[in-house]
């Protein structure tokens, strides 16, 4: 004799019977809560850069970020922080930016270039990308089945990235 196991309500029975606006609504949603886990990780991956990290000495580097936070007119000057080694530059945050460089990096760097480094974050913060980056990602977050919101996005991190660079050059030369 064979004994049937019936399902009589579970989320297999549920899939089976759903309409595809039904099943595309749950993408959606699901793709959201993947989203937000991602954006977790990635602000936790952040905060822990961050946490390890130490406040910069007086030198060269912090007279750098005095000499172009008043050179581009910033009511403060961004606070410096030395990360580990192996991380490139970055700034982050928005009500209190924030620039971090690695370890050892005014050793490496000729004063010249460690100033281009310091002056291309700290346009990063006077053009406000602390929270335009933020809320590009979200909004890409909220749309995220739509593949022109990540080109769009990817377009626009080598825009900003472009932009402080030549923004820099210029206020060089």
Same mark, same amino acid.
């Given at each position: 004799?064979?004994?049937?196991?019936?399902?009589?309500? =579970?989320?297999?029975?549920?899939?089976?019977?759903?309409?595809?606006?039904?099943?595309?609504?749950? %993408?959606?949603?699901? @793709?959201?809560?993947?989203?937000?886990?991602? %954006?977790?990780?990635?602000?936790?991956?952040?905060? @822990?850069? &961050? =946490?390890?990290?130490?406040?910069?000495?007086? =030198?060269?580097? $912090?007279?750098?970020?005095?000499?172009?936070? $008043?050179?581009?007119?910033?009511?403060?000057?961004?606070?410096?922080?030395?990360?580990?080694?192996?991380?490139?530059?970055?700034?982050?945050?928005?009500?209190?930016?924030?620039?971090?460089?690695?370890?050892?990096?005014?050793?490496?760097?000729?004063?010249?270039?460690?100033?281009? &480094?310091?002056?291309?974050?700290?346009?990063?913060?006077?053009?406000?990308? =602390?929270?335009? #980056?933020?809320?590009? #990602?979200?909004?890409?977050?909220?749309?995220?089945?739509?593949?022109?919101?990540?080109?769009?996005?990817?377009?626009?991190?080598?825009?900003?990235?472009?932009?402080?660079?030549?923004? &820099?050059?210029?206020?060089?030369?």
């Amino acid at each position: 004799e064979t004994a049937v196991i019936e399902n009589a309500g =579970g989320m297999l029975a549920w899939l089976n019977a759903a309409s595809l606006v039904e099943l595309a609504i749950l %993408a959606v949603i699901a @793709g959201w809560i993947v989203r937000f886990i991602a %954006a977790q990780l990635a602000l936790r991956s952040l905060l @822990g850069i &961050v =946490g390890l990290s130490r406040e910069a000495m007086a =030198g060269v580097a $912090k007279t750098a970020v005095s000499v172009w936070s $008043k050179r581009l007119g910033l009511r403060r000057a961004p606070r410096l922080r030395v990360v580990a080694e192996q991380h490139s530059p970055f700034s982050f945050g928005v009500l209190r930016p924030t620039i971090c460089l690695p370890e050892g990096l005014e050793e490496r760097l000729s004063s010249a270039s460690l100033d281009l &480094v310091i002056g291309h974050e700290c346009l990063h913060v006077a053009r406000g990308d =602390g929270w335009l #980056r933020p809320l590009e #990602r979200v909004t890409a977050d909220v749309i995220w089945f739509n593949p022109f919101a990540w080109l769009i996005r990817r377009e626009l991190d080598v825009a900003r990235e472009l932009a402080c660079d030549e923004g &820099v050059v210029a206020m060089s030369t």
